[in-house]
C-alpha cells in the first residue's frame, strides 16, 4: 500500500491536491478528513488543530489558512483549513498511526516533502525593473556588436573599394588580349589551361563540352557574331606579305575583351578582379 501511494500519478493524496488563483498548491483539510479514514470532521479538527500548534512551535504557522465553504446545494457554511504541502505532512503525522489510511498519509506526505526539499529551486519571476534591466543590457550588447561589425566593414570596405573601382574602370573601357595572354593570366590562377587549349574550349560547341565562342577557318579562329556584339570577343585585322606570292593578305585575330575575360574568369572559378589585376600586371610588364 505504501509503496503504491508514493508513486508519482498513482496516489488519491496526489488527486486530491489543488491550486489556488496564484498558481500555488495546497490540500483542503476537508479532503483530508475523508482520506485518512477520518468519519467526523470535529475528530479530525483536532488533528489539525495538534498539527497547527506544532507548526507555531516551529515558526510555520502561516501554512494553515482557515476558510469557511459554502456547499453546492446551499445550507449551512462550513469551516475548513487549506493546507501547505508542509502542513499537510504535519497534520498527516499528528494522526492516529494505528490507521491505515494515516500511515498512508504519513508515507505519502513524508516522501513528497523530502522530494520537494532536494528538487532544484525554480526561478523567480522578475519584477518590471528587472526585465527592463535586462533588456537595456542585452540591447547594449547588441549595440556593441553591431557597432564592431560596422567597424569591421568600413575596415574591409576601404581596402575593397579602390580594388573595386580599377576593375569597373578596367571593365568599362573594356581592353582586349590575346588568347594567349588570358589563358596565362587564368593559368597563374589556378586554371588548368594554356594557350591552345583555351582555344580549342571556345571553338568546341556547347553540346561536345565548349562553349562555343569562335569557329575555325584556314588560319586559326573567327569570333562568332554574338560574342563580339556582347563585346566579349574582338578582332585584329591586319595585313602580311606573302612570301611566295609577293602579294599583300588580309588577316584576322580573336582578342578575348575585358568583359570576356571576365566572364571566363567567373565561369572557371576565379574572381574576375584576380584575372584584371593579373592582365594588368602583363601589361605593365611587357
Known amino acids: 500500500m505504501t509503496q503504491e501511494i508514493t508513486r508519482a500519478g498513482q496516489s488519491p493524496f496526489d488527486d486530491a491536491r489543488r491550486t489556488d488563483e496564484f498558481g500555488n498548491e495546497y490540500w483542503s483539510a476537508r479532503d483530508l478528513q475523508h482520506l485518512m479514514g477520518y468519519a467526523r470532521w470535529e475528530d479530525f479538527k483536532k488533528v489539525t488543530e495538534r498539527a497547527m500548534a506544532s507548526a507555531a512551535n516551529s515558526g510555520q504557522a502561516d501554512g494553515f489558512s482557515a476558510i469557511t465553504e459554502k456547499?453546492?446545494?446551499?445550507?449551512?457554511?462550513?469551516?475548513?483549513?487549506?493546507?501547505?504541502?508542509?502542513?499537510?505532512?504535519?497534520?498527516?503525522?499528528?494522526?492516529?498511526p494505528n490507521m491505515a489510511q494515516v500511515a498512508a498519509a504519513q508515507a505519502y506526505f513524508a516522501v513528497r516533502t523530502r522530494e520537494a526539499e532536494v528538487a532544484p529551486a525554480q526561478p523567480r519571476e522578475l519584477t518590471a525593473d528587472e526585465i527592463v534591466a535586462q533588456a537595456l543590457q542585452?540591447?547594449?550588447?547588441?549595440?556593441?556588436?553591431?557597432?564592431?561589425?560596422?567597424?569591421?566593414?568600413?575596415?574591409?570596405l576601404a581596402i575593397v573599394e579602390p580594388k573595386a573601382h580599377a576593375f569597373d574602370r578596367w571593365l568599362s573601357s573594356n581592353p582586349d588580349y590575346s588568347v594567349d595572354e588570358v589563358a596565362k593570366a587564368l593559368h597563374a590562377l589556378g586554371v588548368a589551361t594554356?594557350?591552345?587549349r583555351l582555344h580549342a574550349y571556345m571553338a568546341k560547341p556547347k553540346d561536345q563540352g565548349g562553349i562555343g565562342w569562335t569557329y575555325p577557318v584556314a588560319r586559326g579562329h573567327r569570333p562568332m557574331q554574338a560574342q563580339v556584339e556582347l563585346g566579349r570577343l574582338a578582332v585584329k585585322l591586319g595585313r602580311f606579305e606573302n612570301s611566295k606570292t609577293g602579294e599583300m593578305e588580309s588577316t584576322s585575330t580573336v582578342r578575348i575583351t575585358a568583359k570576356g575575360a571576365a566572364w571566363l574568369a567567373a565561369h572557371f572559378g576565379v574572381l574576375p578582379e584576380s584575372v584584371a589585376a593579373e592582365l594588368n600586371h602583363?601589361?605593365?610588364a611587357a
Open 71 to 96: 456547499l453546492p446545494g446551499g445550507g449551512r457554511p462550513r469551516e475548513d483549513y487549506r493546507l501547505t504541502r508542509f502542513s499537510a505532512y504535519l497534520v498527516a503525522m499528528n494522526g492516529d
Open 138 to 156: 542585452i540591447t547594449v550588447k547588441r549595440v556593441e556588436a553591431l557597432t564592431a561589425t560596422v567597424e569591421t566593414q568600413r575596415a574591409t
Open 194 to 196: 594554356g594557350r591552345n
Open 282 to 284: 602583363e601589361e605593365r
